[in-house]
């Protein structure tokens, strides 16, 4: 993806007080190796939470953590992009 693409993500994470609780979300196809790459973005603090589509081919990833700024919180997202398959929300 471009160098741009965060940018109205951050704009609008730069109007809030850091350090915060970030939700992050995610659609991952449901497969063990790309759920746990997922998981892997994140601490073992973070509180995540897992819900299956009726088909079961997917796995929504719904992510709670104490985020330092909003340069972190862009990271997190530059790394999921690179799990095949998955979709930012």
């Known amino acids: 993806m471009s160098e741009g693409t965060f940018d109205k993500l951050r704009e609008q994470l730069e109007l809030q007080e850091w350090p915060n609780v970030y939700l992050f979300?995610?659609?991952?196809?449901?497969?063990?190796?790309?759920?746990?790459?997922?998981?892997?973005?994140?601490?073992?603090?973070a509180h995540i939470q897992f819900h299956e589509s009726?088909?079961?081919?997917?796995?929504?990833v719904s992510v709670k953590e104490m985020m330092l700024?909003?340069?972190?919180?862009?990271e997190v997202y530059n790394k999921a992009q690179k799990i095949e398959?998955?979709?930012s929300l």
């Open 25 to 45: 979300k995610f659609i991952v196809p449901n497969t063990p190796h790309l759920l746990a790459q997922t998981t892997a973005l994140f601490d073992e603090t």
């Open 54 to 60: 009726s088909n079961a081919k997917f796995v929504s």
């Open 69 to 74: 700024d909003v340069d972190s919180i862009i």
């Open 85 to 87: 398959g998955i979709i």
